[in-house]
């Protein structure tokens, strides 16, 4: 099986716990994905590293899938990592980690890895264009996550020019 990894990397003018807390809370996966993948939670059971989250995510509107995925790390609040139990990829995991280079930035790190199924055809279809939409997603999720909570947090805090 074939691992494939993206990471990426950003500063958000945010709390470290409020960028923590923003992650934990799924309602967020909504607002911050883009618009060719749609993610539902249908339940949700346990807390912490004993959490787990059945999902519907749906591609392009027209492909669902049912993803069961289990928090296996849960070190509030530097790291929260979510580990596919079952879905159509044979090997899911999403490590985020949070640290603060200064009072106020909160740098935000997510490392993915995955593999496709299909072996030789999975491995071309990485090629041609998952990796692409992996990276995609992640840069999308970064900015809509930066605007949302710095809004909050930082650009509520600077005083209006009088």
Known sequence: MKIYTVERKIDIAAPIQAVFGFHLDFKNLALISP???KSELLDEEGMG???Q????VTLFGAFPS????ATSEYEPPTRLTDLLRSGPLPYFKHT???????????ELSDKLEYALPFGFV???ANTIS?????IQMFEHRHEMTKQLLEEKYYLAAIPLAQ
């Open 122 to 124: 999975g491995r071309i």
């Open 53 to 56: 989250q059945r999902l519907k």
């Open 130 to 134: 998952v990796h692409r939409m992996m």
């Open 66 to 69: 049912i993803w069961v995925v």
């Open 49 to 51: 590293s004993a959490k």
């Open 35 to 37: 618009s060719w993948m």
């Open 96 to 106: 985020r980690t949070f640290s603060q280079p200064s009072q106020a930035i909160t």
